[in-house]
């Protein structure tokens, strides 16, 4: 499944192209610094198409993401609109610190 990571001071953004997946189909989960992004959905037999040409995922996609320690996993959330499943991911206090430049002699 497609998705953009987007970076600012506090937070990343998780922007998964989830079209015609139901947010009630839709799991997250954190285990040990990784997130775990899933979908289902159920087609009737009669619903099945028949592909010339597949680039995404019908009936399921995961995702699974490692934190590196920067997300503050007890503040995740969540909404999707339009088909796209928008995770906000806070930062850790350690992760907003600004980079330190070193500098070279």
Not at 4 to 32: M, P
Request: proline fraction near 5%; glycine fraction near 4%; charge should be negative.
């Amino acid at each position: 499944m497609p998705l953009n990571i987007t970076d600012n001071e506090t937070n990343f953004e998780v922007h998964v192209y989830a079209v015609g997946f139901l947010k009630e189909n839709i799991k997250l989960s954190v285990t040990d610094d990784v997130l775990y992004i899933s979908g289902t959905r159920t087609l009737d037999e009669n619903q099945e198409p028949n592909f010339s040409r597949q680039e995404f995922p019908v009936k399921s996609f995961e995702r699974v993401l490692n934190l590196n320690g920067q997300v503050d996993a007890q503040n995740i959330s969540a909404t999707q609109s339009n088909g796209v499943l928008t995770i906000t991911l806070p930062k850790t206090v350690e992760a907003q610190k600004p980079a330190q430049e070193i500098k070279v002699n």
